[in-house]
């Protein structure tokens, strides 16, 4: 039971490249969120999935796109980055669709540097 | 909306010693609380969290916090603290009716032999 996987584990980009954060969890949790850390602001939520075929934005969606694949798989879009979105980005997943109670389950995070 | 304040952004003590560390929350609804913990290197992972009726509740490690709905706070406590409790912790708030989980900006402690 592996729990939320995050691939990769670090990315160097230039100013205007792209790429896809993947992020896949195994304990069939419908909740899924991608967040973004930065130094003294904590963690920020940029999209959530509550549940399959469903995608909402959260506190700092801007340059970013997701996909809710399916159940398991949840992956965040950087289309054109840049410098502003180097950070250490986490994927978490929770239980129930609509369960502020829940638990959320992180994965060990992606270290992103766009120079 | 709701907010999350964490009083303290690092916190030194040492080992054996007792801490507490201080998180405020802002909200015009009812709210449940959390303390997560982030070793180095490593994702968050829950220490405790209060939903309902005791207004302290126990976690892992030995650690407790006690919900204080006059003073909005949600203070995290270890009576004896060790070296492998240096990390950093983050108090977070969801709202009863949302799916959605403010994080505080986060306290590093750090525990010194």
């Known amino acids: 039971n592996a729990g939320v996987t995050q691939t990769p584990k670090f990315q160097v980009l230039k100013t205007g490249q792209s790429m896809t954060l993947q992020c896949a969890q195994d304990m069939n949790h419908n909740s899924m969120y991608w967040y973004r850390q930065d130094p003294g602001m904590g963690l920020r939520l940029i999209y959530y999935?509550?549940?399959?075929?469903?995608?909402d934005k959260g506190e700092v969606p801007n340059g970013y796109n997701v996909s809710r694949l399916n159940k398991r798989e949840f992956s965040l879009r950087l289309e054109s980055a840049a410098p502003s979105q180097t950070s250490v980005y986490f994927c978490?997943?929770?239980?129930?669709?609509?369960?502020?109670?829940?638990?959320?389950?992180f994965g060990p995070g992606t270290r992103l540097l766009v120079l | 909306a709701q907010s999350v304040t964490q009083l303290d952004s690092q916190v030194p003590v040492f080992e054996e010693a007792p801490v507490e560390l201080r998180c405020n929350y802002s909200s015009s609804v009812s709210v449940y609380l959390f303390w997560y913990v982030q070793y180095p290197n490593q994702g968050l992972q829950l220490l405790l969290k209060?939903?309902?009726?005791?207004?302290l509740v126990k976690g892992i490690n030995g650690f407790e916090a006690e919900f204080n709905k006059s003073q909005t706070s949600f203070h995290l406590r270890k009576p004896s603290v060790h070296i492998s409790d240096t990390a950093e912790y983050f108090c977070?708030?969801?709202?009863?009716?949302?799916?959605?989980?403010?994080f505080g900006a986060g306290t590093r402690l750090f525990v010194k032999a």
């Open positions: 978490a997943s929770s239980e129930a669709r609509q369960g502020a109670w829940e638990t959320q389950y």
């Open positions: 977070a708030v969801s709202v009863r009716l949302g799916v959605k989980t403010i």
């Open positions: 999935s509550a549940s399959e075929g469903t995608t």
């Open positions: 209060y939903l309902s009726g005791s207004t």
